[in-house]
């Protein structure tokens, strides 16, 4: 079975970057839309993006203009990055595929603080 790990979150002032990866150990990568998607204490999960494997790229509202999702197929992995980072982007971060989703692993810790 496919398996998505993700890394890269970690604690950051407002206004500051973070690079999220996502790896797959599938071999069906290539040919999927994959998404990142988060989740704050207390919230429901939301989408964040999705790039298909065209590269079509697709963003909520809220983060459009300051994350960028992008894919390396050679290498299983898709990015998040993440820039002008808000204290209101403090989620879990998850990658899984865009549209019918696998298992969801234990996604990466992004706290911004004010």
């Known amino acids: 079975q496919v398996q998505l790990v993700e890394s890269g979150g970690g604690v950051v002032q407002a206004g500051g970057s973070l690079r999220l990866s996502c790896a797959a150990s599938?071999?069906?990568?290539?040919?999927?839309?994959m998404g990142w998607y988060r989740q704050a204490p207390g919230k429901q999960r939301e989408l964040v993006a999705t790039?298909?494997?065209?590269?079509?790229?697709n963003y909520a509202n809220s983060v459009k203009g300051r994350f960028t999702i992008a894919r390396d197929n050679a290498k299983n992995t898709v990015y998040l990055q993440m820039n002008s980072l808000k204290p209101e982007d403090t989620a879990v971060y998850y990658c899984n595929f865009g549209i019918l989703h696998g298992s969801w692993g234990q996604g990466t810790q992004v706290t911004v603080s004010s």
């Open positions: 599938g071999s069906i990568f290539s040919i999927v839309t």
């Open positions: 790039i298909s494997s065209g590269g079509s790229t």
